[in-house]
């Protein structure tokens, strides 16, 4: 069975090393590892429009992001090149294909990443919010539900901002307690206004949380909601920086989480795709994102045995679903 991952070379290219460990070395493993074992049939992403981009962020700070003449950075770790506009608009094109080929649940392989970009400011290596435009996008012209199940350790904030007064955008989000790492919100009470309240999840887990927290946070919550929501397309924003090996987030989970997650949740729509977010091991990004490009086609593999939460972290996990709960059950039903 040949499987579809939209990929352009041109990812390649944005090379913020020494600056962060966002290095084009990620995409290139991730992208062999899946060809060296699976038929792998690359479609390339669309170009989409600079108007496009004006869906979501500012024109000042397009500008800012377009005319570089050589490095400058939006912050220490998010450094901008002559390139840069170009290819992160380009991996805003690949997601808009993935929700246009997404009957085939298609895997997004592109770099930078979008979730930390807001309106008028690019952060935590990303520029441009690939999800964001592209959904803003789609929705210009067609009306759609969209949910957003994101599970990279860190909060998308970015994503969280575009969508936070939208109904008709569900963003849902998996992360380490933003108190103990960045970009420091995120917290429960966090769920949308005016109309969108209820409609902007995070689920904060506490550091060093595991399989069973996952387990629990995804059957307790994330379930229940997509299947009141009833999403046309979900999308999966997978961050293998939730692994126990990854070296910037303190989060424990198994390659063999990953595969439960993708599989239970690309049960509830029909129209599901993946985007490769963070993950800086360079041995279990690859097998993160095979993993869940197959858990999607519905084939589960086993890779490792699944790990245990130690018992106190279980704990301040049951309390955190406590509290998402209360918050959320005037919305939903829980
Ligand atoms: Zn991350």
Same mark, same amino acid.
């Given at each position: 069975?040949?499987?579809?991952?939209?990929?352009?070379?041109?990812?390649?290219?944005?090379?913020?090393?020494?600056? +962060?460990?966002?290095?084009?070395?990620?995409?290139?493993?991730?992208?062999?590892?899946?060809?060296?074992? *699976?038929?792998?049939?690359?479609?390339?992403?669309?170009?989409?429009?600079?108007?496009?981009?004006?869906?979501?962020?500012?024109?000042? $700070?397009?500008?800012?992001?377009?005319?570089?003449?050589?490095?400058?950075?939006?912050?220490?770790?998010?450094?901008?090149?002559?390139?840069?506009?170009?290819?992160?608009?380009?991996?805003?094109?690949?997601?808009?294909?993935?929700?246009?080929?997404?009957?085939?649940?298609?895997?997004?392989?592109?770099?930078?990443?979008?979730?930390?970009?807001?309106?008028?400011?690019?952060?935590?290596?990303?520029?441009?919010?690939?999800?964001?435009?592209?959904?803003?996008?789609?929705?210009?012209?067609? +009306?759609?539900?969209?949910?957003?199940?994101? =599970?990279?350790?860190?909060?998308?904030?970015?994503?969280?901002?575009?969508?936070? *007064? #939208?109904?008709?955008? &569900?963003?849902?989000?998996?992360?380490?307690?933003?108190?103990? !790492?960045?970009?420091?919100?995120?917290?429960?009470?966090?769920?949308?206004?005016?109309?969108?309240?209820?409609? #902007?999840?995070?689920?904060?887990?506490?550091? $060093?949380?595991?399989?069973?927290?996952?387990?629990?946070?995804?059957?307790?919550?994330?379930?229940?909601? !997509?299947?009141?929501?009833?999403?046309? $397309? !979900?999308?999966?924003?997978?961050?293998?920086?939730?692994?126990?090996?990854?070296?910037?987030?303190?989060?424990? !989970?198994?390659?063999?989480?990953?595969?439960?997650?993708? #599989?239970?949740?690309?049960?509830?729509?029909?129209?599901?795709?993946?985007?490769?977010?963070?993950? =800086?091991?360079?041995?279990? &990004?690859?097998?993160?994102?095979?993993?869940?490009?197959?858990?999607? #086609?519905?084939?589960?593999?086993?890779?490792?045995?699944?790990?245990?939460?130690?018992?106190?972290?279980?704990?301040?996990? *049951?309390?955190? %679903?406590?509290?998402?709960?209360?918050? %959320?059950?005037?919305?939903?039903?829980?």
């Amino acid at each position: 069975m040949a499987f579809k991952a939209i990929f352009s070379p041109k990812f390649l290219e944005h090379d913020p090393s020494p600056y +962060n460990p966002e290095v084009p070395e990620r995409l290139r493993k991730t992208l062999s590892y899946l060809k060296e074992r *699976e038929d792998i049939e690359i479609v390339k992403p669309e170009n989409i429009k600079d108007s496009d981009i004006l869906l979501v962020h500012s024109s000042e $700070y397009i500008k800012n992001l377009k005319f570089v003449r050589s490095v400058e950075f939006l912050s220490p770790d998010t450094p901008v090149f002559e390139n840069t506009y170009d290819i992160a608009k380009l991996a805003c094109g690949a997601v808009y294909t993935a929700i246009r080929i997404a009957k085939e649940r298609p895997l997004v392989l592109s770099r930078p990443p979008g979730h930390h970009a807001g309106k008028d400011y690019g952060s935590g290596f990303c520029y441009l919010n690939d999800v964001g435009v592209a959904i803003t996008k789609y929705l210009q012209d067609k +009306n759609a539900r969209f949910a957003i199940v994101d =599970y990279d350790a860190h909060y998308g904030q970015g994503t969280a901002e575009i969508f936070y *007064e #939208n109904t008709n955008v &569900l963003y849902i989000s998996l992360h380490q307690d933003p108190a103990t !790492l960045y970009p420091g919100v995120g917290f429960v009470n966090e769920i949308g206004k005016g109309e969108g309240r209820g409609f #902007n999840i995070p689920i904060p887990l506490p550091p $060093y949380a595991s399989d069973n927290s996952y387990d629990k946070a995804v059957e307790e919550i994330v379930m229940p909601i !997509l299947s009141e929501f009833k999403p046309d $397309y !979900l999308i999966l924003y997978v961050g293998a920086d939730a692994h126990a090996r990854d070296p910037l987030a303190n989060l424990m !989970l198994s390659i063999t989480c990953y595969v439960k997650i993708a #599989n239970k949740l690309s049960k509830l729509c029909k129209k599901v795709f993946a985007v490769m977010a963070g993950g =800086y091991d360079l041995e279990v &990004l690859p097998k993160v994102m095979h993993a869940t490009l197959l858990a999607m #086609n519905d084939i589960e593999i086993a890779y490792d045995k699944p790990f245990s939460d130690e018992k106190r972290v279980l704990k301040r996990t *049951e309390k955190v %679903l406590a509290e998402c709960r209360e918050t %959320l059950e005037e919305f939903w039903s829980l």
